[in-house]
């Protein structure tokens, strides 16, 4: 079985610059994370879809950024203009939804380096 | 929301030694807690989790211990090898909610 798959894995851009993350889930996994990880820090939450919806995006800079999940399955995440700030890993996870708890599988991750 | 806090922030053992990480979580209604070990520059793996109707598990030389009514849990790892250098992350979560918190993670050393 295919582990979390994300694109690229390296990204370099100048600050005001978009830049865009592709990440596709494990299969029949409905729920997908995007998270961004500071070096030395844990993962933190962006923005957590159950299929196509949104069920939290507290945490997300709703001002550059955005995410999609048109159909449930793949999601984009975009910053749109990246920030020196922005520098980071953006991490995508998923799993299954269930009533107590349940496993997350990470990506590789995407680094993220704005000059 | 949740907060959940790791301690300690870096840890150095010698080879053969157990090394000990400790997490607190404020929400008394999360009941799933997993560590995930990431080495460095590799993606977050699940290493151990524990559920809140259990008090220990273990696994080989890895045990995870919960303490409910203290709301903190930790991370046991025995006989400790170079292999098990890497940064621990600790995190919680809600019944039926899958949104997850970590904590800030453990740089744990281990000199052979």
């Known amino acids: 079985e295919a582990g979390v798959v994300q694109s690229p894995r390296y990204k370099i851009i100048e600050k005001k610059q978009p830049v865009a993350f592709w990440c596709n889930p494990i299969?029949?996994?409905?729920?997908l994370y995007w998270y961004r990880q500071n070096l030395g820090q844990g993962p933190e939450l962006l923005i957590r879809y159950e299929n196509e919806e949104a069920v939290d995006d507290s945490q997300l800079p709703k001002d550059r950024f955005s995410a999609e999940r048109l159909k449930g399955v793949d999601s984009t995440l975009k910053i749109q203009p990246a920030e020196l700030g922005d520098s980071a890993v953006y991490l995508c996870a998923s799993s299954l939804f269930g009533t107590s708890g349940n496993e997350q599988f990470f990506g590789p991750g995407t680094r993220l380096t704005v000059l | 929301g949740e907060n959940v806090e790791q301690h300690p922030s870096t840890l150095s053992v010698q080879e053969g030694d157990s090394a000990v990480i400790k997490c607190t979580y404020s929400d008394s209604a999360s009941n799933y807690f997993p560590w995930y070990k990431q080495e460095l520059g590799k993606r977050p793996q699940l290493i151990i989790d524990i559920r809140s109707n259990v008090g220990e598990k273990k696994d080989q030389r890895i045990a995870v211990t919960l303490n409910k009514t203290a709301k903190h849990f930790s991370l046991h790892i025995t006989e400790t090898q170079p292999e098990d250098s890497a940064v621990y992350f600790c995190?919680?979560?809600?019944?039926?909610?899958?949104?997850?918190?970590f904590g800030a993670g453990t740089r744990l050393t281990v000199k052979p």
């Open positions: 299969s029949g996994h409905n729920t």
């Open positions: 995190a919680a979560s809600r019944p039926g909610n899958n949104d997850m918190r």
